[in-house]
T-cell receptor, first 112, second 113 residues
Framework: SQQGEEDPQALSIQEGENATMNCSYK?????LQWYRQNSGRGLVHLIL?????REKHSGRLRVTLDTSKKSSSLLITASRAADTASYFC????????????FGAGTRLFVKA | EAQVTQNPRYLITVTGKKLTVTCSQN?????MSWYRQDPGLGLRQIYY???????DKGDVPEGYKVSRKEKRNFPLILESPSPNQTSLYFC????????????FGPGTRLLVL
């Protein structure tokens, strides 16, 4: 079953603009992670945010987590053409095991 | 260099012909897992392993087997592949369980005819 759901499914912006992607999930979680995937390649881990954290930064990335709304957002500031990729959130939670559940992803296209 | 390797990277096979996709990591990680990625469905976990000889089912384990005899290796076995197992497969690892894995392999594209 798919727990994480990204929104929007696709996003097209101009270089220099900010990109915001959202992720919603259904059950309680230990943590939430964001990944980037260039077309057909392996996933690259971007950032992890724990359930007791509300915001985290890494370079041009800013992640927020609202456990009351069961949602997270990934903000990429001053986007570059090289940011063009698919972005996924993944949750690991209290599901009786160490299962990881990924969302379907947001496809980001940054136009130069 | 820390990495997760998978072989083969591309594979075309026929229905019913047993195959194995190997996965190896050089980071002494305890946790390893397999995923399949299909268009519009994101990644779905097939199996995971928390350590040697400890494996458990993910969300879509039907038609797959795994083994963890050594810490570094976690092969994925398709005893009798079917066309609905055509997919892009990823192996991943992390130091310990308790979070989505940090290191992913490059992927294996499988086509079952």
């Amino acid at each position: 079953s798919q727990q994480g759901e990204e929104d929007p499914q696709a996003l097209s912006i101009q270089e220099g603009e900010n990109a915001t992607m959202n992720c919603s999930y259904k059950t309680s979680i230990n943590n939430l992670q964001w990944y980037r995937q260039n077309s057909g390649r392996g996933l690259v881990h971007l950032i992890l945010i724990r359930s007791n954290e509300r915001e985290k930064h890494s370079g041009r990335l800013r992640v927020t987590l609202d456990t009351s709304k069961k949602s997270s957002s990934l903000l990429i500031t001053a986007s570059r053409a090289a940011d063009t990729a698919s972005y996924f959130c993944a949750t690991e939670g209290f599901t009786g095991g160490f299962k990881t559940i990924f969302g379907a992803g947001t496809r980001l296209f940054v136009k130069a | 260099e820390a990495q997760v390797t998978q072989n083969p990277r591309y594979l075309i096979t026929v229905t019913g012909k047993k195959l194995t996709v190997t996965c190896s990591q050089n980071m002494n990680h305890e946790y390893m897992s397999w995923y399949r990625q299909d268009p519009g469905l994101g990644l779905r976990q097939i199996y995971y392993s928390m350590n040697v000889e400890v494996t458990d089912k993910g969300d879509v384990p039907e038609g797959y087997k795994v083994s963890r005899k050594e810490k570094r290796n976690f092969p994925l076995i398709l005893e009798s592949p079917s066309p609905n197992q055509t997919s892009l497969y990823f192996c991943a690892s992390s130091l310990v369980a308790g979070g989505a894995p940090k290191y992913f392999g490059p992927g294996t594209r499988l086509l079952v005819l």
